[in-house]
């Protein structure tokens, strides 16, 4: 799946990102801009990132956010960088983020006809022992551009409305995996040049994987479905009983890159203990879907399409299984005879 970078050809995101424009009859530009503006605030976050340890920014800012959770000094950086950064563009009439209650509205003159749902730093919790995080984000354009007229209607959309999606993993390097609806193409950040250069052409998801990403820690909770895949993946049932190995980071961003690109499957179900799964509809489970699927892959609650979910509160929550194709039909079929969600 990796290009060699060529010495010759300038491949960086900003002009991959004008050869999706061109292919969009009429496109005017202006998404161009707005994920150029997501670029910039990724290597600003990928910079903060790598100071952290020794800029002091690492543990805790003593706040909290919308789901109670301990805010960190750099998600606090990371939110504020985006919504400079997606402000700035003037593209934008709404902005979501995991860190803030309430959706933001952009006031003119920087108003524009897109709205953006975020997680600045996806998986924070792992920063102080140097885990890879990320950035997530998802991209609607307003139901009635040009209006002046933005409502929370504009967000509350399910994800096969959104009309581009990527992640940014702040790893060994930085990692931009991106889709404008026509694939995934994905890019590593070249600090020499401060640029994000392609690496990642064609992303395509391997039909199947012997690799399933689960916390075990909720095995007691879970559903007899998910509890039979797991089970079958240790006897490698599906495997000429060779048994699936076990990778979880706990950090969704690095789980979903590597299931992009070694294939196997990711999951975060709902369980007894949260009902309707930990992870964020609009902000995590929705882009890594639309990425999954435009590389071939899949993305379930389970029983019905993740993007097919209607999100009814923008912190709304949603169970998920994502990856290889074949794995994850194989649980949709244990729910279907299990008769669970
Ligand atoms: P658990 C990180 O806090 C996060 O939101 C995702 O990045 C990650 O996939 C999940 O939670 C991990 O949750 O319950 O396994 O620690």
Redesign the pocket.
Known sequence: QVAEVSETDPLTLSAWILTQQHKSVGARGRLTVLLNAIGVGCKFVSSAVRRAGLAGMMGMAGSSNVQGEDQKKLDLVANEVFKNSLRRSGQCCILVTEEEDEPIFIEEPFRGDYAVVFDPL????NIDCGVSVGTIFGIYKAKNPGSGKYTLEDVMRPGTEMVAAGYCMYGSMSYMMITTGKGVAGFTLDPTLGEFVITHPNVQVPTRGPIYSI?EG?AINWDVATKRYVDECKAGTHNNGKPYSLRYV????A?VHRTLLYGGIFM?PADKKNTKG??RVLY?CFPMAMLVEQAGGKATTGTKRSLETMPDSIHDRAPIYLGSKEEVELIEQFKKEAGVP
Request: aromatic residues 6%.
């Open positions: 996806d998986g924070s919790s916390n909720n706990g950090s969704m961003v789980d975060y930990k992870l995590e």
